[in-house]
């Protein structure tokens, strides 16, 4: 039977902005329809913080039950079903089998049932300034920028869910010179540098070797020998593989305090281009694929003009193209990832559509993504 069910995502972070949590809200024509499409996911599902799981519009059930629970999952509790006999008799059974819950939609005269315990509360900070009276951990949503998650966490929130750190960023200012260091490094690489001009730079700054060898050594790479050097690792990989990973430096290369939630993005952005457009294009353009993702946010990442960055660069038009102008055949799948990063579903169903994907190859690929990124930088 095919999938009925799609899956959108936003982080929960602290005071701090870093990831605390992935939310995850299916949205499905019924509870035994998100039942299937999570549990098709259990291979890829991403481990290394808590998910907070939302049936969206849905009344949680305990058909519900019927998914074998993750260690790391809560079940979201909406107060509006909270006097639902279904709700009831499911929440009864998530305390049982010890699965942790989140109260939603939390306003100050709602009633709660005695004997359960609430750990995160998700209050929409439009409606309620103050987390006043909340049972547990507050969490803001429905944040516009930075500065009302500023104003948030001052009027007593313990942080927020969404995506408010994409928006109210400082205004565009020169490269930083490590950030230039490392365009050197991806114009070196891209055009068949000499190594030992390539190694002379890394030299200049040891961390940047560091973190470079250990991103190619990551899981994600999956190689059977351990890369000790860039010379190593062009003679194991060749230049073109070696550009994704020089894509992720200049990604991760921001001290900026919005930086984990911002790079999470960024990365969960490209590895996702990468997953679904792999039955679209060979492996040199899958690179290049990640990195349209990874460099969708570099503008508010480095806080500088997305057009001043490219000029810098010298990538190939199908990138440019999409990030510049929403143009050409990477755009559908940029547009595809930003989808995934909202509360809705139609948006995101008319841009799988378009592409003809099955609905479960987009959850996958969302949560491979939200895995590989949390791998990196958790």
């Known amino acids: 039977m095919s999938q009925t069910t799609l899956l959108t995502r936003e982080p929960v972070v602290n005071k701090n902005r870093a990831i605390t949590a992935n939310r995850l809200i299916a949205h499905g024509p019924n509870v035994g329809a998100v039942v299937e499409a999570l549990a098709a996911q259990a291979e890829v599902w991403p481990t290394h913080h808590p998910v907070f799981v939302s049936l969206g519009r849905l009344v949680p059930t305990p058909e519900l039950m019927e998914w074998t629970i993750p260690d ?16 009831q008799a499911l929440m009864a059974k998530l305390r049982d089998a010890g699965v942790g819950m989140c109260l939603t939609w939390f306003q100050p005269d709602t009633a709660l049932p005695a004997g359960h315990d609430w750990r995160f509360v998700l209050i929409d900070a439009r409606r309620q300034p103050t987390p006043e009276g909340s049972p547990g951990l507050s969490l803001a949503w429905g944040l516009p920028d930075i500065g009302a998650f500023r104003d948030a966490v001052t009027a007593g929130y313990d942080g927020a869910s969404g995506w408010f750190f994409l928006h109210g960023n400082p205004p565009a200012k020169t490269l930083s010179p490590g ?19 390539i190694e002379a730079v890394l030299k200049q700054d040891v961390a940047l070797s560091f973190k470079l060898l250990r991103y190619i050594n990551s899981a994600g790479f999956g190689l059977m020998v351990e890369i000790q050097s860039f010379r190593h690792a062009v003679s194991i990989l060749g230049y073109d593989a070696l550009n994704k990973w020089l ?18 993005t960024a990365i969960a952005r490209g590895r996702f281009m990468e997953e679904i457009g792999a039955g679209y294009f060979d492996a040199s353009e899958r690179d290049n694929l990640f990195i349209t993702g990874a460099f969708s946010l570099l503008h508010t990442l480095l806080g500088t003009s997305t057009q001043a960055l490219l000029e810098e660069m010298s990538l190939p038009p199908t990138i440019t193209e999409a990030l ?18 909202s509360f809705d579903p139609k948006a995101l ?10 609905y479960e190859q987009v959850n996958r690929a969302q949560l491979v993504a939200l895995g590989f990124a949390d791998s990196l930088h958790g």
């Open 324 to 341: 510049l102008q929403e143009q050409g055949e990477f755009a559908p799948f940029l547009h595809l990832a930003r989808s995934c990063e």
């Open 179 to 197: 950030h230039a260091q490392i365009v050197r490094l991806l114009n070196l690489v891209r055009n068949n540098g000499e190594i030992r001009d």
């Open 349 to 358: 169903q008319a841009a799988v559509e378009k592409l003809h994907l099955p």
């Open 247 to 264: 894509s992720l430096l200049l990604v991760t290369a921001s001290r900026d305090p919005s930086a984990p939630a911002l790079m999470q």
């Open 72 to 87: 790391n999952a809560a079940i979201e509790i909406p107060v509006q079903t909270l006097a639902h006999p279904h709700t």
